[in-house]
């Protein structure tokens, strides 16, 4: 019984560290704009779609880095 104990405890770290990647990760996506004219939910949404049709979803998950990337260089931080 020992033994399962020490399973349960590793499967419950996993989880919460994955938790914790995920929070970590989507703190990361920009959402301020240096433009105080372009710093709106309608111009971040347009921004953001456009980002998303020009890096289309991959398996691997490059594709978030590279939305990052493309919104950064539009000017939201």
């Not at 349960?8 to 989507?26: D, E, H, K």
């Not at 105080?36 to 921004?47: L, V, Y």
């Not at 289309?56 to 990052?68: D, L, T």
Request: hydrophobic share 40%; charged share 20%.
């Amino acid at each position: 019984m020992k033994g399962w104990s020490l399973v349960q405890a590793m499967y419950r770290a996993i989880g919460v560290c994955l938790i914790a990647f995920a929070l970590f990760g989507c703190s990361l996506y920009p959402d301020k704009n240096s433009d105080p004219a372009k710093n709106n939910k309608a111009t971040f949404q347009r921004d953001a779609v456009d980002c998303a049709q020009a890096y289309p979803e991959a398996g691997s998950g490059v594709h978030v880095k590279e939305r990052i990337a493309c919104m950064n260089l539009k000017g939201w931080h």
